[in-house]
């Protein structure tokens, strides 16, 4: 008879963008056509210099373990390049290289949260922030972004959430899956709540090179949120290295020893040759970041104009990332069955907003890193289904 699994399993969520795909490559097999806009990925290639140094690390013999924290010249370049960005000076012993964004996430909600204290996370937001907190033992709570503040933070509801219990909150911008994005002056408000209460600040910054105007402001460069901040970063959307999986946290000092223990208990260490191929992206030619928004502003604008086309749904522009969150309310559905109809009738692969969290009820998330024609033609076939 076999044993039962722990019941912490039961508090484990998912990414649906995963499955969705899954499904996706089911119908495929069947011989059906999909245009996918499930998933968060740029769908551009590497760029050369950065698979040229992975291949050399390799034959420099860059393939044993390394240090838990990263390879110290890793460390270094992302220090440096966090400096540069943030404008204060940032030290390498504060950087933490992991395999992947998500182990930030996982093991700074893992060594700060336990039973009884509160989280309050973006909802609709990053599934893996609710499914974490919920696995860590602690209370999720879930601050609502709702179209009306343009998918961005309402910070006086915000306030109203913290309680004597609250110790991380978690910011995100640019959105995933809003593409929204907190204003200086929000941030702003939200540091002095944050250092009024003493809580841990995980921001949330992976797609801090994906605005379509302005630039990114980290919530660390006001007052006191330095020391109480982890910024989660990493290479995956900038450099379209989703599959190399290479991430980073710049920690407070009280949580690097803790953290540390958890990548040496979990994964060892990151891919040493892959630390290279992060050195070679951040010191490298950045022409192919730049090259890729203004391809990526294309599609936005095509989609939304797009979507504000078909019947029942409105879009607002994201102001960053490369998601659209439209509004499908007025077609009479539910998130969760337009998304289905989507697949099945029209042949398209799309998320319901419920995926992330119960305020994207009402939404869809369509991710427009496809090329230009396979957006107008997933426009058509939505259309085709709403007639």
Not at 204 to 222: A, L, N, P, R, V
Request: net charge negative.
């Amino acid at each position: 008879m076999p044993k039962s699994l722990a019941s912490r399993q039961d508090r484990l969520g998912t990414e649906t963008a995963f499955l969705t795909l899954a499904r996706a490559r089911e119908l495929e097999a069947q011989g059906r056509h999909i245009v996918h806009l499930e998933i968060g990925e740029p769908d551009f290639d590497t760029p050369e210099h950065i698979k040229d140094a992975a291949k050399k690390a390799l034959d420099d013999g860059f393939t044993h373990y390394g240090p838990s924290p990263g390879e110290m010249p890793a460390r270094e370049a992302i220090a440096a390049h966090q400096t540069e960005r943030q404008g204060y000076d940032i030290e390498p012993d504060r950087i933490i290289v992991t395999p992947g964004g998500k182990p930030v996430m996982f093991f700074s909600i893992l060594a700060l949260i336990e039973e009884g204290d509160e989280v309050i996370y973006p909802n609709p937001g990053f599934p893996i922030y609710e499914s974490m907190i919920n696995y860590a033992g602690g209370t999720a709570v879930p601050i609502p972004l709702e179209e009306r503040f343009d998918f961005s933070l309402d910070v006086d509801r915000l306030e109203s959430l913290v309680t004597h219990n609250t110790k991380l909150l978690i910011v995100n911008s640019p959105n995933n899956p809003c593409g929204s994005v907190i204003t200086d002056g929000d941030l702003e408000r939200i540091a002095k709540i944050a250092v009024e209460n003493d809580l841990v600040v995980l921001s949330d910054e992976i797609y801090k090179d994906m605005y379509y105007s302005g630039s990114h402001t980290s919530i660390t460069e006001f007052d006191g949120l330095v020391e109480r901040t982890i910024i989660l970063d990493g290479f995956s959307k900038s450099y379209a290295m989703t599959g190399w999986r290479l991430g980073y946290g710049v920690f407070p000092d009280f949580m690097m020893d803790a953290v540390t223990k958890l990548m040496t208990n979990s994964v060892s260490c990151t891919s040493v040759a892959v630390q290279m191929a992060g050195i070679a992206a951040l010191q490298g030619p950045q022409d192919s970041v730049s090259e890729m928004m203004t391809e990526f502003r294309i599609r936005r604008d095509l989609v939304v104009e797009g979507l504000n086309n078909l019947p029942g749904v409105t879009c607002r522009t994201p102001g960053g990332a490369f998601y659209a969150f439209p509004n499908i309310s007025g077609t009479g559905l539910d998130s969760r069955t337009f998304a289905d109809r989507a697949m099945d009738e029209a042949g398209v692969a799309l998320l319901s907003g419920t995926a992330f969290g119960e305020y994207g009820d009402g939404y869809v998330r369509i991710s427009f890193a496809n090329s230009q024609d396979n957006l107008r033609l997933a426009i058509d076939r939505l259309g085709e289904m709403l007639s």
